[in-house]
């Protein structure tokens, strides 16, 4: 039931990291939502970022224009349903959708965007990829020759690059990763975290954080960035290669040309960062507030 008019008196919460119960089902070949880049639930995915102004329905987000499917629906109407008003429900039949763009923003052909990008990613290229609270440029951070192209695209000459790893086994392999910096990593929240570098770091990830003792490390919280790793990990079904260290480490930062606002729409996207990215990863819910990642620093 739709919520009546009156004081505004509540806030939105934030947008949280994919959770538990929804990998689950992105990573299960026999669910509907299987591999579906925009699942979510009410303990999941994007609500600040989508919202439009309050009281927070769905008519009141980006959501509004993709009419919910039969088995949607039924989820969204079971006060038992852990969907049970979750306002961005969607599925493959019914809710948002990939895309894939070249740097002019034509649009390029493929049945698997997420296969296309990974690809694209291993051969060096630079990809614009649509968030939650706006673009990342990413590319293959143990790419120095790659990384140093975005720095020269980007006019970023010394400025350290975040880091996305699959998890904190992996993160153990290039930085200093104790409980309390594995505990903040891994929370809901994902932010950037800057962490001492391990021995090897500088080699692995050539001109990443040049001249630095900190790397800034981050770990998967949208469908789309799951999706990235567990392509490169070979589709594997189910979860537990989720705890295991894999090799695929991602240059993941905010996509706006220096002292630039975030960019959040895809017209916008290929408008300002045509320059800089050789492919974008487009979809069509909207991005109605900026968000940037935050960076955090454990206390010594």
């Given at each position: 039931e739709a919520s009546g008019a009156g004081p505004v008196t509540t806030g939105i919460t934030p947008d949280a990291a994919t959770c538990g119960a929804c990998l689950a089902e992105l990573f299960a070949p026999a669910d509907r939502r299987w591999r579906y880049p925009f699942i979510n639930c009410t303990h999941c995915g994007p609500r600040f970022t989508i919202t439009a102004g309050l009281p927070y329905d769905r008519p009141m987000t980006s959501m509004a224009r993709f009419a919910l499917c039969p088995a949607c629906r039924r989820e969204y109407e079971d006060p038992r349903d852990r969907r049970f008003h979750a306002q961005p429900n969607a599925c493959p039949v019914c809710g948002p959708r990939l895309s894939l763009a070249d740097a002019a923003g034509a649009p390029i052909g493929t049945d698997d965007v997420i296969a296309a990008v990974l690809a694209r990613i291993a051969a060096g290229e630079i990809v614009a990829v649509k968030g939650l609270g706006g673009f990342h440029l990413v590319c293959d951070a143990r790419n120095g020759e790659t990384v140093a192209r975005l720095r020269a695209r980007k006019h970023r000459d010394e400025k350290p690059f975040a880091v996305m790893v699959a998890n904190s086994a992996s993160a153990r392999r290039l930085a200093r990763v104790d409980a309390s910096a594995a505990a903040m990593l891994e929370?809901?929240?994902?932010?950037?975290?800057?962490?001492?570098?391990?021995?090897?770091?500088?080699?692995?990830?050539?001109?990443?954080a040049p001249g630095l003792a900190e790397i800034g490390l981050m770990l998967p919280y949208t469908p789309i960035q799951y999706l990235l790793f567990h392509e490169a990990a070979g589709r594997p079904p189910g979860t537990d290669w989720l705890s295991e260290d894999q090799p695929l480490a991602l240059v993941m930062t905010s996509a706006n040309p220096g002292g630039e606002p975030l960019v959040i729409g895809n017209d916008e996207a290929i408008e300002r960062l045509g320059a800089i990215a050789d492919a974008f990863v487009l979809h069509d819910r909207e991005i109605l507030v900026r968000c940037d990642d935050s960076v955090v620093r454990l206390p010594a």
């Open positions: 929370s809901v929240e994902r932010p950037i975290v800057l962490l001492p570098k391990g021995e090897d770091c500088d080699a692995a990830l050539p001109g990443v």
